[in-house]
């Protein structure tokens, strides 16, 4: 569904991705994990076009995204959740979803019942203004916009980072929930527990690059590997 091809990305004259190469299949959970700085971030908005970059290939259900706007990206099919967990501060939860909800004739899963369906704790605050929620209501909100755009594709950057053990347990149940909804995912991840809970596949990104590809199950195996590029 999703191949990048040796892609190098740059902030000015700053080189953050060096021939970086990934895929991601259809129906697919694959994790993206490194430490901070590693090019995680960078990676997602490379494919959302955030952070075009300049050499390279970006093939979505191959067609390519290379030069194609954010907002043609996200209507391809691509929904992103980014780290900064961005919201419309002065709108409330429910005006949030209503200005991203998208329907398609081929997608029609998502609409904003269903988001709260998902997180019933959205429901109860619905008239909130967004800029008053806490870290874990934020990212809550952030996934369910994605998801009222109606994607097929889902990249989610760092969705557990700095919430509660509680928050963090939810959201992993939530995101093991979307294979079974027809969701892919491309999730890019510090916890290596959550993600390697979650994932089908794994790739680990050092300073720009791919450092190592495999199975979950390769991963957890190789100690050596995780010690070198994962703990901090």
Known sequence: MLEIDGIHTYYGLSHVLHSLSLRVEKGEVVCLLGRNGAGKSTTM???MGLTPPRIGKILF???SLIGMKPFRIAR???GFVPDTREVFADLSIEEN???SERRFPERSLWDRSRAYELFPALKKIRSR???CLSGGERQMLTIARALVTNPDFLLLDEPTEGLAPLIVAMLEETIGEFRSLGLT???AEQNQKVALGLSDRAYIIDNGAIRWQGTVENLRENEPVRKKYLLV
Request: hydrophobic content about 45%; aromatic content about 0%; charged content about 40%.
């Open 129 to 131: 203004k967004a800029g």
């Open 185 to 187: 995912v491309l999730l």
């Open 76 to 78: 391809k099919g691509i």
């Open 45 to 47: 908005r490379s494919i």
């Open 61 to 63: 259900k191959d067609e």
């Open 97 to 99: 979803l209503e200005i």
